[in-house]
Nanobody, 116 residues
Framework: QVQLVESGGGLVQPGGSLRLSCVAS????????MDWYRQAPGKERELVAL???????KYAESVQGRFTISRDNAKNAVYLQMNSLKAEDTAVYSC??????????WGKGTLVAVSS
């Protein structure tokens, strides 16, 4: 089994910054992608940022230029630096890991609340 644990969420004012972390542990085979998703109240889950093992990165249009995803393969970790946060960024942010065998794993999520 693979476990993903997110941290770094919290309450922040508009315009502020947060850095989310996700560390994977357990029976990890070769990792393909590590991604961040979010789900706001009453909305469907959406992909925020994706990072493949060969370094390809993709962002949702709504966060392009404000968020930065990075990975530490040695630690099986992925990070999300979020700057210039807006109220519409409020959501539960979850980490996802896909391995080359088709394994698909999720963390429980961390709440990010942007409010004055």
């Amino acid at each position: 089994q693979v476990q993903l644990v997110e941290s770094g969420g919290g309450l922040v004012q508009p315009g502020g910054s947060l850095r989310l972390s996700c560390v994977a542990s357990g029976n990890i085979y070769s990792v393909n992608t590590m991604d961040w998703y979010r789900q706001a109240p009453g909305k469907e889950r959406e992909l925020v940022a994706l990072h493949t093992s060969d370094g390809k990165i993709k962002y949702a249009e709504s966060v392009q230029g404000r968020f930065t995803i990075s990975r530490d393969n040695a630690k099986n970790a992925v990070y999300l630096q979020m700057n210039s946060l807006k109220a519409e960024d409020t959501a539960v942010y979850s980490c996802n890991l896909e391995d080359v065998l088709g394994g698909d794993y999720w963390g429980k999520g961390t709440l990010v609340a942007v409010s004055s």
